[in-house]
């Protein structure tokens, strides 16, 4: 019996552990399950707590920085269109046929030169025609002319006529019907007179009409050589030798020649209004040029159109750039160093002087740095040429060398 009674409480101790064990657990799940519960709400009570805090107790903080001064040059870039600084087309001012084309596409030209010949058969004609018609003009202004002056000799003698009669008419010499008829004479003179001075004076006017109208056709001869306006290139040519050609510009008249100046280019720029004040004649700029990806060329402002386009609310600038100078290719030395040429100061004595060429055109190179338009080029100089060196100045041949001093 004692021997099942330890074992009953055993079992009983045994239950009642796993009851306590078991009781236990549970209030440490229910402790750990409140605490997980409740340690967010805490943990926002504490930062509540700490903001408001800092909101009574700390200073506030903020970003500073200090102000810079605007670069003194502001860097615009814009688009714009190259033109030759002067363009036109030429047209004849007369009819005829072409008798001689003197240049073609690309010939550089000067000022008054010869650009072609047209042959005027019919003005030359008119010409000869209205010389004829001023001589029979002259010479009726010299009939009238005479005719004025018989007249005014023949009214003279009728006044010294009708003088005589009257005297003997006081005498009763003559009859009263005697003495009327010179009294006739003498009106009918006169009227005669004021018709030929009327008819002297539209002679003269007849005279001076048809002298202008020769001088006209003169003037208008002398446009049988078409001259070019200014100094440039031909950049068209539509006509050829024999070619019909039409005066006037008329819009199914094609021009005989359109040629362009091109020492000095001009560019044309639409600035956004923001920039517009900026705008002044002589406001230094640069142009970049697709052709030459790494090249700027120096330029001005030349002028400003004074008021906004209405639709783009832009400026539209005009700005002049210098164009790269043209040497002989001949003119270069190629040596290990950068290409150079040399030129003779105003003593005498050679430089050399590296330049940056552009566009190689076979007989010319371009240069785009590295010389102005007043330094003389050694158009082929020798290998055996210094630095320093004097030499004498020829007129340019083919061929030429410098002569040593």
Request: net charge neutral.
């Given at each position: 019996?004692?021997?099942?009674?330890?074992?009953?409480?055993?079992?009983?101790?045994?239950?009642?552990?796993?009851?306590?064990?078991?009781?236990?657990?549970?209030?440490?799940?229910?402790?750990?399950?409140?605490?997980?519960?409740?340690?967010?709400?805490?943990?926002?009570?504490?930062?509540?707590?700490?903001?408001?805090?800092?909101?009574?107790?700390?200073?506030?903080?903020?970003?500073?920085?200090?102000?810079?001064?605007?670069?003194?040059?502001?860097?615009?870039?814009?688009?714009?269109?190259?033109?030759?600084?002067?363009?036109?087309?030429?047209?004849?001012?007369?009819?005829?046929?072409?008798?001689?084309?003197?240049?073609?596409?690309?010939?550089?030209?000067?000022?008054?030169?010869?650009?072609?010949?047209?042959?005027?058969?019919?003005?030359?004609?008119?010409?000869?025609?209205?010389?004829?018609?001023?001589?029979?003009?002259?010479?009726?202004?010299?009939?009238?002319?005479?005719?004025?002056?018989?007249?005014?000799?023949?009214?003279?003698?009728?006044?010294?006529?009708?003088?005589?009669?009257?005297?003997?008419?006081?005498?009763?010499?003559?009859?009263?019907?005697?003495?009327?008829?010179?009294?006739?004479?003498?009106?009918?003179?006169?009227?005669?007179?004021?018709?030929?001075?009327?008819?002297?004076?539209?002679?003269?006017?007849?005279?001076?009409?048809?002298?202008?109208?020769?001088?006209?056709?003169?003037?208008?001869?002398?446009?049988?050589?078409?001259?070019?306006?200014?100094?440039?290139?031909i950049t068209v040519r539509n006509v050829d030798n024999g070619a019909?050609?039409?005066?006037?510009?008329?819009?199914?008249?094609?021009?005989?020649?359109?040629?362009?100046?091109?020492?000095?280019?001009?560019?044309?720029?639409?600035?956004?209004?923001?920039?517009?004040?900026?705008?002044?004649?002589?406001?230094?700029?640069?142009?970049?040029?697709?052709?030459?990806?790494?090249?700027?060329?120096?330029?001005?402002?030349?002028?400003?159109?004074?008021?906004?386009?209405?639709?783009?609310?832009?400026?539209?600038?005009?700005?002049?750039?210098?164009?790269?100078?043209?040497?002989?290719?001949?003119?270069?030395?190629?040596?290990?160093?950068?290409?150079?040429?040399?030129?003779?100061?105003?003593?005498?004595?050679?430089?050399?002087?590296?330049?940056?060429?552009?566009?190689?055109?076979?007989?010319?190179?371009?240069?785009?740095?590295?010389?102005?338009?007043?330094?003389?080029?050694?158009?082929?100089?020798?290998?055996?040429?210094?630095?320093?060196?004097?030499?004498?100045?020829?007129?340019?041949?083919?061929?030429?060398?410098?002569?040593?001093?």
């Amino acid at each position: 019996m004692a021997t099942r009674w330890n074992l009953l409480q055993n079992i009983k101790d045994k239950g009642l552990a796993g009851n306590a064990r078991g009781i236990i657990l549970t209030l440490i799940g229910l402790l750990v399950l409140g605490t997980i519960g409740m340690a967010p709400r805490l943990w926002r009570e504490r930062q509540l707590r700490a903001s408001v805090k800092a909101v009574d107790t700390s200073t506030p903080l903020v970003a500073v920085g200090f102000p810079t001064r605007a670069p003194r040059i502001t860097e615009v870039v814009l688009p714009g269109s190259i033109q030759a600084v002067q363009e036109t087309a030429i047209y004849a001012r007369v009819d005829g046929y072409l008798k001689r084309r003197l240049v073609n596409i690309g010939d550089q030209v000067q000022n008054g030169q010869v650009l072609a010949e047209v042959d005027t058969p019919e003005l030359d004609q008119q010409l000869y025609q209205a010389r004829a018609t001023l001589a029979q003009a002259t010479s009726a202004l010299q009939q009238a002319r005479a005719t004025l002056q018989h007249n005014e000799t023949q009214l003279e003698y009728n006044i010294t006529n009708l003088d005589r009669w009257r005297t003997m008419k006081e005498r009763d010499l003559v009859a009263q019907q005697d003495l009327d008829d010179r009294q006739v004479l003498v009106k009918s003179g006169q009227a005669d007179v004021d018709a030929a001075r009327a008819n002297v004076a539209a002679a003269e006017a007849n005279v001076t009409a048809n002298r202008a109208n020769v001088e006209r056709l003169i003037n208008l001869q002398s446009f049988q050589k078409v001259r070019a306006p200014f100094s440039g290139v031909i950049t068209v040519r539509n006509v050829d030798n024999g070619a019909l050609i039409s005066a006037g510009s008329s819009a199914n008249n094609q021009p005989l020649f359109r040629m362009a100046q091109t020492d000095s280019l001009r560019i044309f720029v639409n600035v956004p209004q923001t920039f517009m004040v900026s705008m002044q004649p002589g406001l230094a700029a640069e142009i970049a040029v697709r052709e030459f990806p790494r090249r700027t060329f120096a330029a001005q402002v030349a002028g400003v159109s004074g008021a906004l386009d209405p639709t783009s609310r832009t400026l539209l600038t005009e700005v002049h750039s210098d164009p790269p100078f043209i040497i002989p290719a001949s003119a270069l030395i190629i040596r290990s160093a950068s290409p150079q040429v040399a030129i003779v100061g105003k003593d005498h004595k050679l430089r050399f002087q590296v330049v940056h060429l552009g566009r190689d055109y076979g007989s010319t190179v371009e240069v785009l740095e590295g010389l102005s338009d007043r330094d003389q080029l050694l158009l082929a100089p020798s290998d055996d040429l210094q630095e320093g060196e004097a030499v004498r100045i020829v007129t340019p041949s083919a061929g030429a060398k410098p002569a040593r001093s």
